[in-house]
């Protein structure tokens, strides 16, 4: 899968995804993640991408054009018969969840567009196929919602993860209301503010059907509070 993400800050995905399970997975080459900045399709000297709003009012607005450009020159890089998707990320869009994840994860490759300033020329939605929110709060920029988008994608495409199950069974996985069961390592007991912190005698057992009831349970339980 291909995540192709706009942004007039492209410094600030280097260190996130050159860390952990995102770095593995571009190593394995089961994911690419390109950054692209419109400032290559400006058309000033300044390679200004942003200007005033008509009718007035704070901040800058992002502008259609350097935008529209770089997203056909992206989805020419990739062959017509690849599923292609274009996301603008807005706090006005759909919230975003486990199943967007699931959804989007199907597809070959992502165009996310982040924005800054106020936001985008409203002219944008003709560019795009759907807009996600990651929550009903107002960021700086698109930048941690592309990136929160990129992960939850890119963790679910084989061999990603270390463990074939390990998103299976997680929070969110069966239903927006599932929560998993609760887990615990070492020590078995810890002593904390006077009192004594076991582990579940089940988890101890060695007994997996045992085991797996009790996590059914708990992930009930959990469920309901
Ligand atoms: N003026 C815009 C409004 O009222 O909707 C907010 C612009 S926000 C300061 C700048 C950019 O951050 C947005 O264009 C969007 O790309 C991104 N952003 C902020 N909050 C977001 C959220 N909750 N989900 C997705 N993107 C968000």
Redesign the pocket.
Known sequence: MRFDIITIFPEIFDSYLNESIIKRALQKKLIKIKTHTPRKFANDKHNSVDDRPYGGGP?MI?MFEPIAKLVSSIKNKVSSRKKSRVV??????KQFTQRDAERLAKFNQLIL????????DARIDKLVDEK???????????EL?ALTIVEACARLIPGVLGHKHSAEDETFSRSLDYIEYPQYTRPEVIEHQGKKLKVPKVLLSGNHAEIAKWRKEKAKSRKKK
């Open positions: 901040g992002l603008l990320l807005t706090p006005a869009g567009i982040s924005g800054r300033y106020e936001g985008f996600i929110s990651v929550g009903p709060y107002v960021l700086a920029g698109g919602p």
